[in-house]
């Protein structure tokens, strides 16, 4: 057999994704259904969950805000060849820069604290991932253990830090004194009454602006093009003058920088304080929110909101149906990323086998090729 | 201190590293034929959860240990099937077996016995008990040696000198056997033993094997012989620990019993100091820093400064046998 096709574009950006989640949606269902529940239930309520009303895609937004943050911190690393694993401690270690920002103008706007919160908040999730960044540049360990291992670091540090000098007074857990008046993101209800309690909050525009910052970084400038150079091959950028530790550093940088906003959306957005595990392993997620949108601004936007919805969704699914716990979203995820992230050779060559088979300029090639054998 | 007090502590050692002593074996089968798995942590989970569901339901601790034996051979065969028969990324694959584990124990737990994510504790019969080394009694009593005898060696359960065997027995495999010579081969130039007519995947998935088993007694050890019942998260973090043990270890047997023992009593030190001042300088070390320092000694020791630890060559990266 001669070697295979690649797969046409829009079947390898959206086609096979698609059917990677669908395979993930089947084996969740059957985990449902060995519980004794429901999956078309289940299904439905999530659904339901995620966009059946106003709250539901307010809360749906709201996850996705910080999806968009993490997918971002693991894509841009990504097109440089390097994998940031550390989101999820960059982003929790960032909440003291957005905690900060929150304090010191709680008596000012929220149009003056958003920024601020921002670059400080970018800033500490920059510092976080310095040291593996450094690392990995100079002394070549690599980058996914060592981030690995300031996940864990960042974890204790901040259990440290709220049980002692950054504790509020009279708080009873392990959390910071509440941000108040200005120093809180304004929540969208505000514009769109339909939002209800949703914690969805401004810091959603920031994401937004993140992805196109991202798309003019890594596709319209002089940098991102190194750095997509380097990804692909990184002794060619050596050779053509580029020095490859500095980039590994700043890349590393801004990756752990747009993970750290994460923190803005959790801390002055939704908990009003800083709290522990303020991420829920959204940096994690943030792994798969990349890989399904092909470290594209415009698919880690969609593939940000399906993982806010499947979040929204499936918290929805205890209150309905008691009999299916909260971790099932886990379950959910769990899958998503396993078949979209490292199973996609599963359906990946059988799909190239149809592409072949039925394809229409597939179909041409193959006609051309067999009446040249036949006239000859 | 007294001496009673290093002796106890010295058994806490013990008991804390089992676990990741068990694990960091487990990866380094899993590493050193290639395969990177940051899933330790989730196979002990399925582990620790198997074993105590049908130590429960059975009453016989054996039952649960196979159980949680099988448990996490499953995952490890996921594992394997995505990172070998898929080709997929094996970082990728770990976190998903991480998240699955994570999820699947605690939704399985509550639809089988709703408690909360939890199992009832074990039945009599379903918990490993320890096993008394004969005239312990009598030896204690004998200064230094007895208390060494009597309250370290004897009085632990079957599972810590299981593990604590089970570095020798690898040691022996990796250097000594052919199948070692072959698992060193393949984690370092599969290329190599493909051509000599040994297939690669075969003893990837071979190596798989043995990590998951290993890192099933792991988890049968949480919930059936250190604890009495799951209890949602319950390795807490033990899997990321061996493998920084593993690392640490720079990839070797002995290497890791030593690693994890310092982690080990890093641990047990944890546990005694928390809000302890220290009798010097009248000032208590933050318990989080200590729980800090596994992950920030292997990072020093990953920056170069303390050797290098440097890992097998193919790890990594998924074998392609045409071209």
């Avoid at chain 1, 969704?313 to 078949?339: H, K, N, R, Y």
């Avoid at chain 2, 005898?149 to 079957?158: A, C, E, F, T, V």
């Amino acid at each position: 057999m001669s070697a295979r096709r690649p797969l046409p574009r829009w079947a390898d950006v959206a086609l096979l994704p698609l059917l990677n989640l669908g395979l993930a949606m089947i084996v969740s269902g059957f985990v449902v259904a060995a519980i004794g529940q429901s999956p078309l239930q289940a299904i439905q309520v999530m659904i339901k969950g995620a966009f059946g009303d106003g709250v539901g895609i307010g809360f749906t937004l709201y996850y996705a805000t910080d999806f968009i943050f993490t997918g971002l911190a693991v894509a841009v690393a990504a097109h440089a060849g390097l994998f940031n694993i550390g989101g999820d401690g960059q982003a929790y270690v960032a909440g003291i820069g957005a905690l900060a920002a929150g304090m010191l103008l709680g008596n000012t706007h929220w149009l003056l604290v958003l920024p601020v919160a921002t670059l400080f908040a970018a800033a500490v999730g920059a510092a976080w991932v310095f040291i593996p960044a450094y690392l990995q540049a100079k002394r070549g360990s690599h980058v996914v253990i060592t981030t690995i291992m300031f996940n864990f670091i960042g974890s204790a540090l901040m259990i440290y830090l709220l049980n002692g000098p950054l504790k509020g007074k009279g708080t009873q857990g392990a959390e910071s004194a509440a941000v108040t008046g200005a120093g809180l993101m304004p929540h969208l209800q505000a514009f769109v009454p339909a939002f209800g309690y949703a914690p969805v909050n401004v810091s959603l525009f920031v994401a937004l602006l993140a992805l196109v910052a991202c798309y003019v970084l890594v596709w319209h400038t002089r940098f991102g093009y190194a750095m997509r150079a380097m990804g692909h091959n990184a002794a060619a950028t050596r050779y053509a003058g580029i020095s490859n530790s500095k980039m590994i550093i700043t890349i590393l940088l801004i990756s752990g920088g747009f993970a750290g906003i994460t923190a803005v959306n959790e801390v002055l957005g939704s908990q009003t304080r800083l709290v522990t595990d303020i991420t829920g392993q959204a940096g994690f997620i943030g792994i798969a929110v990349a890989l399904m949108g092909r470290n594209h601004p415009v698919g880690i936007l969609l593939a940000a909101v399906l993982f806010g919805a499947l979040t929204q969704g499936g918290t929805e699914l205890q209150f309905d149906m008691p009999a299916v716990s909260v971790q099932m979203i886990l379950v959910i995820q769990a899958l998503v990323i396993m078949f979209t992230g490292a199973m996609e050779g599963l359906l990946r060559p059988g799909l190239e086998n149809v592409f072949m088979i039925f394809g229409p300029r597939q179909r041409e090639t193959a006609v051309s090729r067999e009446t040249a054998t036949t006239e000859s | 201190m007294s001496y009673d007090i290093v002796i106890s502590m010295l058994a806490a050692t013990l008991r804390l590293t089992t676990p990741l002593l068990l694990g960091c074996l487990a990866g380094l089968y899993s590493e050193r034929s290639g395969i990177f798995d940051i899933g330790l942590e989730g196979k002990m989970l399925v582990g620790a959860f198997a074993a105590a569901a049908v130590s429960y339901l059975t009453a016989n601790m054996w039952l649960g240990l196979l159980a949680a034996m099988a448990a996490s051979v499953l995952m490890a065969m996921i594992h394997g099937l995505a990172s070998i028969a898929f080709r997929g990324n094996q970082i990728i694959s770990g976190v998903a077996i991480n998240f699955l584990a994570d999820g699947l124990t605690v939704v399985v737990a509550i639809a089988f016995f709703s408690l909360g994510g939890d199992t009832p504790p074990m039945p009599p019969g379903g918990r490993f008990p320890p096993i008394i080394w004969p005239y312990a009694d009598q030896i204690r009593a004998v200064p230094i040696v007895g208390p060494i005898y009597g309250d370290l060696l004897s009085g632990q359960n079957i599972l810590v000198y299981i593990a604590f065997l089970a570095v020798p027995i690898t040691w022996w495999v990796l250097y000594r056997t052919r199948f070692g010579l072959r698992l060193r081969a393949v984690g370092e130039n599969p290329k190599a033993v493909d051509t000599a007519g040994i297939s690669v995947p075969r003893l990837r998935y071979q190596a798989l094997l043995i990590t998951g088993i290993l890192c099933g007694i792991a988890g049968a050890y949480f919930s059936t012989a250190q604890g009495s019942g799951f209890h949602k998260e319950m390795t807490a973090g033990a899997g990321y620990i061996a493998l920084a043990a593993l690392i640490f270890a720079k990839w070797r047997p002995v290497p890791a019993m030593f690693a994890t023992l310092l982690f080990g009593f890093l641990d047990a030190l944890q546990i005694r100091l928390q809000g302890v001042p220290l009798p010097i300088i009248n000032w208590a070390i933050p318990v989080q820093f200590i729980q800090a320092l596994p992950y920030i000694l292997t990072c020093v020791l990953l920056a170069g400064f303390i050797g290098k630890a440097i890992g097998p060559k193919a790890g990594g990266v998924p074998y392609t046998k045409e071209r």
